[in-house]
C-alpha cells in the first residue's frame, strides 16, 4: 500500500462504476442514459424502463468528448450492451454539447433537480448542487420541475476544484477532507476569501503562523459552507432540502451548511443495494429526461 | 483664483502616440470581427432573414459607411452632437442642422484598457468608454464637436469630467423625482441652456419653423419603430437580435433615411405574417430582456446566446434604453407654437422616461408598469433581468421588479456578467436552464 510519505497527488478521488446485480437489460423495453461531463467529474448513468441500471463516475479529461465515452463505456463495462442498445442519450454538465452520442443536451440545472426528485422523492424541493467549478442553489416543484435557481459567480471559488487544491496543499486524502476539518475542537474564523487562488496564499499564511493543517482546513471549509447557505437562502430554503454533486460526500461542507441553515438534508441512500448516488444526479436525471423524450417521440 | 490643475492631467495618464495607434488598430480590428460574427450568427439563426436586413448590417459597421458620411458632413461644415444617454434631446440638435450621435461604448476590449484608471467596480459601459476615448477608439465620440451628457447615474456623472479632458461637455441634470410641476420646470431649464449652447455651436437659431420638421423627422421615425415593434407582439417573423440592430442603429444612422429603411423592412415582415414565414418556431419560448444597456457589438453576448440556445428562446422585447425605450415615445405638441413644442420636448424626455435613476414614494412605478404593460402586450413567458456589475440603480431595482413578477406568476433570472467573453460557458448554462424552465412550463 501507498504510504502517506510515498503519497503525492492528495486531491485524486477514487473512481468507480457498477451494475446493478440481478437486473437484465435484454428485458427491458427501453434503455437510456445520462452523461454528465462536469469540470472535474464525468459521470454516466444507464437505465433501462427507468430503473437505474449500471453507472460509472470517473474524473473528466481535458477533452469532454473523450470523458463522455469512456464514462459511458465504463458503466457498458461487463454488461455485454453496447452503443446501439440505446434508445436515447441526453448529454448534461459542463461538457454537454461535447457528448457526442447524445441525442439531446440538457443543463445540469434542470438534471440535477429531475436526478434529485427520483433518489429522494417527490418532497424535495431545495437542491444544492455543488460540483466541481460552480454551486447551484436550486428550487423544483414536486415533479422535479425547476421553479428557480441560482448559480455562484464565474469562479472555482467554494467547489469540488478548490477543495482539490486545499486538499493537496494540506496534503489530506480528498476523501478524508471533511472528516479531518470536523476534528477542530472549535470552529476557526473563516478564510477571507474562496477564491482558490486566494485561499491557497491565505492558508500557507495562517500553517507559517503555526495554525495546525486541521485548523486551516475547518477554516477553508467553513467559509464555503457559509458562500452556499448565502446562495441556498438567496433561492429560499423550502423543506425537504438535499445535497447532489460530487461535494455531498464532502461530510464537513454538508455538517455546517445544516448548521448555518437549520436545515438537515435528506440521508444518502444506500450506493450499492439502490443504485442511487447524489454525486451522480445529473446523470440520473439525464437518464430519466432520455426516457420521456424517447418516449414523446416515439408518439408522435 | 484660477485652478492650478491644467486640463488634459485630470484623469487620462500620457500614453506614448505608438501605443494609442497599436491598441487602437488592434481594437478596431478585433471589433470589426465581432461586427462580422454577431450578423454571421444572426444570419445563421434567421435562414430566411430578408435582404432588407442588409442595410442595418452595413450601418451598423462602427468603422464603415455611416463614419464616412458623418465626416465628410463635418468636413462640408456641419456639427456634430454626441450624447451618452437617452436624455439628450434629439428634436433640438437636428433642428439645428447638426448631426446627433450616441457615443456610449459596448466594447469589451476597451473596458479592460479602462481598468488602468477606472477601477473594476465602475460600470464596464463607463469603463469601456473611457478607454475608447484612450485611444480613439470611437468614431463617433471622435468626431463630435461636443458631447452632450445626462447625468444620470454616477458612473455617467464622473464620465462626464474624464471627457472634459478632450471634448465640449455640456452637462444636463435630470431631476430625480419627476412627478412634480417643480421637477417639469427645473428640466425645462436645463433644456433652454442646451438649446442655447447647440445654438451657438452650430449658428443656428432654433426656430418654429425648423423645430417643427425636426419633430415631425422623428414623429416618422417613431412611427416606423412602433410598426415594427408591433409586429414582435404577433407570431415570430423576426429574432430579437435583428429587431434590436434595427433599433440601435437608429442612435447613429441618418433618422430619416432609417425610417424608410425600417418601413421597408415592415413591408416585407407583415407580408410574413400572413404566409407564416416565420424567424423560428412559434412556440418559441418569448423572453423579455430588461436592464443594464446591451450595447453593439460586443454586448451581443447575451442575445445571441438566448437565441442560440438549446432550447431556443425568442427575445420578444425589451425594456432598455438601447431598445425600446430609443424611439417608443414621440414628442406630442397640440399646437405649433414655439413655447408648445418646447414644452413638449422637455416631458418627453423626463415623462415618458423609465430609467432607473428616478425615484418616488412609490419607486420607479412608470418602469413597473411599462414592464408588466409589455409582458402582456408580447405574451412574454420569462424575463431576463440582464445587469452588468457595477450597473447599481437596475441591480436595486431588482427586488423590487421580482416581486411584482411573482406575483404575475411570470419567472425572472437575475442575469449579472460583466464585460468579458470569458463568462460564456457558465452564462450559456444559466440561460438555458431558464430557458428549459420556460419551456417546461408551456409543456403543460
Redesign the interface.
Given at each position: 500500500m501507498e504510504s502517506e510519505k510515498d503519497k503525492t497527488e492528495f486531491w485524486r478521488w477514487l473512481e468507480y462504476h457498477s451494475v446493478m446485480p440481478g437486473k437484465d437489460w435484454r428485458k427491458a423495453n427501453v434503455i437510456t442514459a445520462g452523461v454528465d461531463v462536469g469540470s472535474v467529474g464525468s459521470k454516466a448513468v444507464v437505465m433501462i424502463d427507468g430503473e437505474i441500471y449500471s453507472w460509472s463516475v470517473l474524473r473528466t479529461g481535458s477533452n469532454s468528448s473523450d470523458s463522455a465515452k469512456k464514462a459511458l463505456d465504463w458503466a457498458m463495462q461487463d454488461t455485454g450492451l453496447s452503443l446501439k442498445d440505446f434508445h436515447y442519450i441526453v448529454g448534461t454538465g459542463?461538457g454537454r454539447?461535447n457528448v457526442p452520442m447524445a441525442n439531446?443536451?440538457?443543463?445540469?440545472?434542470?438534471c440535477h433537480a429531475k436526478g434529485a426528485n427520483y433518489i429522494w422523492g417527490p418532497s424535495v424541493r431545495t437542491v444544492l448542487d455543488v460540483g466541481g467549478q460552480?454551486v447551484k442553489a436550486i428550487r423544483c416543484d414536486d415533479t422535479g420541475?425547476?421553479?428557480?435557481?441560482?448559480?455562484n459567480d464565474?469562479c472555482a471559488a467554494g467547489t469540488g476544484r478548490g477543495m482539490e487544491v486545499i486538499a493537496d496543499l494540506l496534503k489530506i486524502p480528498i476523501e478524508d477532507v471533511g472528516k479531518v476539518s470536523l476534528s477542530v475542537t472549535e470552529e476557526p474564523e473563516p478564510v477571507s476569501s474562496t477564491c482558490v487562488v486566494f485561499a491557497k496564499t491565505e492558508a500557507v499564511g495562517l500553517l507559517r503562523k503555526g495554525w495546525s493543517k486541521e485548523k486551516v482546513l475547518a477554516s477553508y471549509i467553513r467559509a464555503m459552507a457559509i458562500r452556499m447557505s448565502e446562495l441556498i437562502e438567496k433561492v429560499g430554503c423550502e423543506k425537504e432540502f438535499v445535497i447532489t454533486g460530487g461535494q455531498s460526500k464532502n461530510i464537513g461542507i454538508v455538517q455546517r451548511v445544516e448548521n448555518i441553515l437549520g436545515v438537515k438534508r435528506l440521508p444518502v441512500p444506500n450506493l450499492e443495494t439502490t443504485g442511487l448516488d447524489p454525486a451522480s444526479a445529473g446523470a440520473i436525471g439525464a437518464a430519466l429526461f432520455a426516457k420521456a423524450l424517447y418516449e414523446k417521440e416515439k408518439h408522435r | 483664483m484660477a485652478s492650478e490643475i491644467e486640463v488634459g492631467t485630470k484623469y487620462i495618464p500620457d500614453m506614448s502616440k505608438t501605443e494609442i495607434e497599436d491598441l487602437r488598430k488592434q481594437f478596431t480590428e478585433s471589433s470589426l470581427k465581432v461586427i462580422k460574427d454577431n450578423i454571421d450568427r444572426m444570419k445563421k439563426s434567421w435562414p430566411n432573414r430578408p435582404k432588407e436586413m442588409e442595410y442595418f448590417d452595413e450601418i451598423s459597421n462602427l468603422f464603415g459607411k455611416r463614419q464616412q458620411e458623418i465626416s465628410e458632413q463635418k468636413q462640408a461644415g456641419k456639427k456634430v452632437i454626441g450624447y451618452t444617454c437617452m436624455f439628450a434631446p434629439i428634436e433640438l440638435i437636428i433642428a439645428a442642422g447638426a448631426i446627433p450621435v450616441r457615443v456610449g461604448s459596448g466594447w469589451y476590449d476597451s473596458a479592460k484598457l479602462g481598468d488602468r484608471i477606472m477601477p473594476v467596480e465602475v460600470c464596464p459601459v463607463i469603463r469601456s468608454t473611457v478607454g475608447a476615448k484612450m485611444v480613439h477608439l470611437s468614431p463617433f465620440l471622435e468626431l463630435s464637436d461636443a458631447v452632450i451628457t445626462p447625468l444620470t447615474c454616477d458612473g455617467r456623472t464622473k464620465l462626464s469630467e474624464i471627457l472634459a479632458d478632450y471634448k465640449t461637455i455640456w452637462r444636463m441634470s435630470p431631476p430625480r423625482v419627476k412627478d412634480d410641476a417643480h421637477a417639469l420646470q427645473l428640466w425645462k431649464e436645463e433644456m433652454m441652456v442646451i438649446k442655447q449652447k447647440i445654438e451657438e455651436l452650430t449658428g443656428t437659431k432654433i426656430t418654429r419653423e425648423n423645430l417643427k420638421e425636426a419633430i415631425e423627422k422623428l414623429q416618422k421615425a417613431t412611427k416606423a419603430f412602433r410598426r415594427l415593434q408591433e409586429i414582435r407582439k404577433g407570431p415570430p417573423v423576426i429574432t430579437g437580435r435583428d429587431a434590436m440592430l434595427v433599433n440601435q442603429t437608429s442612435l447613429w444612422d441618418d433618422i430619416e433615411r432609417w425610417t424608410q429603411k425600417t418601413d421597408e423592412l415592415c413591408d416585407v415582415l407583415e407580408k410574413r405574417v400572413e404566409e407564416k414565414d416565420y424567424a423560428t418556431y412559434p412556440d418559441t419560448p418569448r423572453v423579455m430582456i430588461t436592464g443594464t444597456p446591451m450595447i453593439w457589438p460586443d454586448s451581443w453576448k447575451v442575445p445571441n446566446l438566448i437565441e442560440e440556445a438549446n432550447p431556443k428562446g425568442l427575445l420578444a422585447v425589451d425594456e432598455q434604453c438601447s431598445g425600446d425605450r430609443i424611439l417608443y415615445d414621440p414628442v406630442g405638441v397640440d399646437e405649433w407654437t414655439m413655447s408648445d413644442m418646447l414644452n413638449a420636448v422637455t416631458e418627453r424626455y423626463l415623462m415618458a422616461c423609465t430609467c432607473p435613476c428616478f425615484t418616488s414614494d412609490n419607486g420607479n412605478e412608470d418602469r413597473v408598469n411599462w414592464i408588466m404593460d409589455r409582458i402582456k402586450e408580447y405574451k412574454v413567458d420569462g424575463v431576463i433581468y440582464y445587469v452588468v456589475r457595477g450597473c447599481i440603480l437596475y441591480a436595486m431595482e431588482y427586488a423590487r421588479i421580482k416581486r411584482v413578477l411573482d406575483r404575475m406568476n411570470i419567472p425572472v433570472y437575475y442575469l449579472d456578467t460583466e464585460y468579458t467573453r470569458e463568462d460564456v460557458g457558465q452564462m450559456k448554462t444559466r440561460i438555458e436552464a431558464f430557458l428549459e424552465m420556460l419551456e417546461a412550463r408551456i409543456d403543460i
Open positions: 459542463y454539447v439531446r443536451a440538457i443543463t445540469e440545472i434542470a460552480d420541475k425547476v421553479v428557480s435557481f441560482l448559480m464565474k | -
